[in-house]
């Protein structure tokens, strides 16, 4: 049943009148009667007897005769739910969009596609030509994967039916979506089907362009939530009934219903946009590995930068890896330098504090005249995010709700960031002062400054407003917040990396991890070197800028998975968070028959006058753990406890 409750989260038996008898099949949503209210439902199976004892009730309707939920999603959801201490209910309703009547009466072909039906990988008939759709048996040109000592092997493996496990450490300037596309043809190959999973929108358009390529038109759908209803419900009923082999998209797709599953897919994992904001907050990456344990099917983890995740998968053997050798590595990657180390520091003292030292400047200046596009990558969006009284550097924030005040534009009046009101007639709390200067520097401020440094250049800026893909390759500044560097057409030839304070002091766990992950994806845009620079306004000594001046992200990962184990952080250990009022917190951990290693740490302050607790078991106490926490919310539900708790497992922020 449709009902996200704890202590109901179980099957539940009905009697299948006669005049449905043709049409109750399982996999089709239903509608029963319980506790005296019509509710939705899902027929998980047929019997022909029930273990129940007592008088059962009739199914009341079948909303429709389509089987929406195949088996193996309903398997799937079952483990993600258990692993995330969750309801099946919400997992079903993240794994199947909402019907839409009119998509589902519209004509179509009864019949999959070949690819879709096949069964064993049959004998390679030929090389695959780029460009040329892809068929059951055709081997697939390695191309780039031959830069990776054991990518044509991956390749192999998947066209003749086995199941490798990878985590691929991207080179700069590759092109990722087209080895995915190829990894992907060669699964079809193999005469089965894959589901790739990537964290944006712009990344799905890259990944389409190139599936379409290699397999040609019709051979996948794309499902994304910004599809809207109708075109989502189309995409996943077309993988549902076998009429394509692939699936691609956002996270939203990685339940997506695909036959014969041979690979499963994530790019980039240590993008936050994986991580689903809805109950049981599963992590696109979890689940695709779930699912390729529990069907047996390749799994291939990719990225410029690796998590300290993927790192746990090949220490324990689970995966195998992908890299290239350094020597290769050499060749492609540009030149980079960090403007605090000593030789550094010893040409130009202020590059300690400059915010953008003689060695960017000279990096940017020397591009442009070589009519080559640089990026400049800031942290912050908006202009000047955070502001301080200009006479005692004192923070500036609102009257009414104490939040920071940021200025829209160099004309403009400040503004509260959390409750939008004006603050015109500010003064300092502290010393009377009203003027104000920038304590933080945001995107647009930096393109103001940037645009009066080097006057005759083009300045395009990219981030929340406006997102840019792609640059020509002509002279240009382009400011842009990370994640949202377009691609410049032959590369950049520098690509500044500012502020980097911003991303290394944040108060995460995860926040060296983060940096490297995003200079990484803006180092990997530039030219190789000698025409390709990349300066980091950073202490070149810190472990995640030694990890890019090296472009070496297996060891910060192996670092990084170390470090965590020694103290005790996920993913070394299993750790959930419990959050919500004092009370309710406590209330849940006392009916929780926690494992008898289980330590409970806090609390600590949440938000909105909440707080949170975290347990922390072994990982091999990690099912006990979630059957604890799980068995406990269904006693507070049982007993219709009105304050809720959330319960999130290995959350990504923990404090």
């Not at 920038?438 to 995107?443: E, F, L, N």
């Amino acid at each position: 049943m449709d009902v996200p409750l704890a202590h109901l989260d179980r099957p539940f038996d009905y009697l299948v009148p006669a005049e449905l008898d043709d049409v109750a099949v399982p996999g089709t949503r239903v509608k029963v009667r319980f506790a005296g209210q019509l509710v939705d439902g899902w027929l998980l199976a047929r019997a022909d007897d029930s273990g129940h004892t007592g008088r059962l009730a009739y199914l009341e309707k079948v909303v429709s005769p389509e089987p929406v939920l195949a088996p193996e999603i309903a398997r799937l959801a079952r483990a993600v739910a258990d692993r995330y201490a969750g309801n099946l209910a919400d997992v079903l309703r993240l794994a199947v969009p909402p019907r839409h009547a009119r998509v589902e009466k519209e004509p179509h072909d009864e019949h999959p596609t070949p690819a879709a039906e096949s069964g064993a990988a049959g004998d390679a008939v030929g090389p695959v030509v780029p460009g040329e759709p892809v068929g059951p048996g055709e081997a697939v040109d390695p191309r780039g994967w031959r830069d990776y000592p054991t990518g044509p092997a991956l390749l192999r493996a998947l066209t003749d039916g086995r199941a490798p496990r990878a985590v691929w450490s991207a080179l700069p300037g590759e092109d990722w979506a087209a080895r995915y596309a190829d990894a992907v043809a060669a699964t079809v190959a193999g005469g089965r089907g894959a589901v790739v999973v990537v964290p944006d929108a712009r990344d799905l358009d890259r990944l389409d362009a190139a599936l379409t390529g290699v397999l040609g038109p019709g051979r996948h759908v794309s499902l994304s939530a910004a599809l809207g209803p109708a075109r989502r419900y189309r995409a996943f009923l077309a993988a549902r009934r076998g009429r394509v082999p692939v699936v691609i998209g956002t996270r939203a797709a990685m339940f997506a219903p695909v036959p014969r599953l041979g690979l499963v897919a994530v790019w980039d994992d240590g993008d936050d946009l994986h991580s689903e904001p809805r109950a049981p907050y599963p992590h696109a990456r979890d689940v695709l590995l779930t699912r390729a344990q529990l069907g047996e099917a390749g799994a291939l983890v990719g990225g410029y930068a690796r998590t300290a995740e993927a790192q746990l998968l090949l220490e324990t053997g689970w995966a195998r890896e992908v890299v290239a050798d350094r020597a290769t590595v050499r060749a492609r990657i540009p030149a980079i330098a960090p403007t605090g180390d000593d030789p550094q520091l010893a040409r130009d003292p202020g590059a300690a504090t400059a915010r953008l030292p003689s060695l960017a400047w000279t990096a940017a200046r020397d591009a442009l005249r070589a009519d080559l596009p640089v990026l400049v990558q800031v942290p912050r969006r908006g202009y000047l995010p955070s502001v301080s009284c200009a006479d005692c550097r004192t923070p500036a924030r609102c009257a009414h709700c104490a939040g920071p005040l940021a200025l829209p534009s160099a004309g403009g009046t400040p503004a509260c960031r959390w409750c939008a009101r004006v603050a015109a007639a500010y003064a300092c709390p502290q010393c009377g002062g009203r003027r104000l200067r920038a304590a933080v520097t945001g995107a647009r401020r930096t393109a103001e400054e940037l645009g009066r440094a080097f006057p005759d250049v083009p300045v395009r800026t990219s981030g929340r407003e406006e997102v840019l893909t792609d640059v020509p390759g002509g002279a240009a500044l382009v400011v842009a917040t990370p994640g949202a560097e377009p691609v410049a057409e032959g590369g950049y030839g520098a690509v500044l990396l500012l502020d980097s304070w911003a991303l290394l002091t944040r108060a995460d766990l995860r926040a060296g991890e983060e940096a490297l992950r995003r200079w990484l994806a803006a180092t990997a845009l530039a030219r190789p070197a000698p025409a390709g620079r990349v300066v980091v306004v950073a202490d070149g000594a810190l472990a995640p800028v030694q990890a890019l001046l090296r472009w070496d992200a297996a060891w910060f990962a192996g670092r990084e998975l170390a470090e965590r184990r020694e103290l005790g952080f996920p993913p070394a250990v299993r750790m959930a968070s419990v959050t919500g009022p004092a009370e309710a917190v406590a209330d849940l951990l006392a009916a929780a028959r926690l494992p008898g290693d289980a330590e409970v740490l806090g609390p600590v302050p949440a938000d909105e006058g909440r707080e949170r607790m975290l347990v922390r078991v072994p990982r091999a106490r990690a099912a006990a753990l979630a059957e604890a926490l799980h068995s406990a919310a269904g006693v507070r539900t049982a007993r219709k406890a009105a304050d809720p708790v959330r319960l999130q497992v290995d959350p990504l922020s923990l404090f």
